[in-house]
């Protein structure tokens, strides 16, 4: 009696150990069928294109530098006269039509004058002050009266103009349909030479750059007597230009 109720009892032992392991072997081919990778199965030929497009336009704004430079025995009449020839030019900007948001101050300098002599130290002979302003003229027709005014009533340090077009979006659109329109007719005649068609784009990317006309100084002098014509000013045009890397699809 104990042999046969010990039998059935070990019976079983097979039984359950194979259910467990038909059970692993299950558990194994499901995460392995999870994480295999999936193989495309496209049969197009991808193709990589650059293209390179500019767009331009005359300039509508200008930004320059002006302001004073004054030389004196001591610091203080140095600043003092500074400042009342810097009044006068910041007075003939304003009357210019320059509005107060487009005139800023760039820099305000003090710095004493020095002697050298072999074998002695330096001397201090004097002071010189400046004083300059950053403005923005927004009808450039202006820039050539506006540099003579300001040297009628004391400025003897500018530079520039400076070009740029204020709103820059419109044109760099206008370049970048360029960049576009070239890159799908390369696309196009390379699929034609391979016997192919474009199907899509898979995908775009884009750098660019503005290219503004390179500053330009116009004077630097102590004096300049005003003349019958205004200062000659050319602003050209302005460039901009955008590069985009397209990815095509082609395919029979």
């Known amino acids: 009696m104990l042999l046969s109720n010990a039998l059935p009892r070990l019976s079983l032992r097979p039984l359950v150990l194979a259910a ?5 072997a299950t558990a194994a081919m499901t995460a392995s069928a ?13 193709l990589s294109v650059s293209a390179h497009a500019e767009a331009r336009r005359a300039p509508d704004i200008a930004t320059l530098s002006t302001g004073v430079v004054t030389q004196a025995a001591d610091a203080n ?3 003092r006269t500074n400042a009342e020839q810097m009044n006068k030019v910041v007075a ?11 005139i800023q101050t760039s820099g305000i300098n003090l710095n004493p004058q020095y002697q050298y002599a ?8 004097g002071y010189q002050a400046s004083n300059s302003v950053n403005i923005i003229v927004r009808d450039i027709t202006k820039v050539g009266g506006i540099l003579d005014a300001l040297v009628a009533v004391g400025a003897n340090q500018i530079n520039g103009p400076t070009f740029d077009i204020e709103d820059k979006d419109s044109l760099q659109d206008q370049a970048r349909r360029s960049a576009l329109d070239k890159a799908r007719a390369r696309a196009e005649m390379y699929a034609n030479a391979l016997g192919m068609r474009v199907r899509r784009i898979v995908s775009v990317s884009e750098g660019g750059s503005f290219g503004p006309q390179p500053p330009m100084p116009m004077m630097a002098m102590a004096k300049m007597e005003r003349a019958g014509a205004d200062t000659s000013i050319s602003p050209g045009e302005n460039a901009l230009s955008v590069n985009v890397d397209v990815v095509f699809e082609l395919g029979r």
Do not use: F, H, M, Y
């Open 118 to 125: 072999e074998n002695k130290p330096p001397v201090i002979t």
């Open 92 to 102: 003939a900007i304003k009357a210019a039509g320059i509005a107060e948001r487009d």
């Open 34 to 46: 999870q994480t295999a990778p999936a193989v495309s199965t496209t049969d197009g030929t991808l």
């Open 20 to 24: 467990a392991l038909a059970l692993g």
């Open 77 to 79: 009449s140095a600043l």
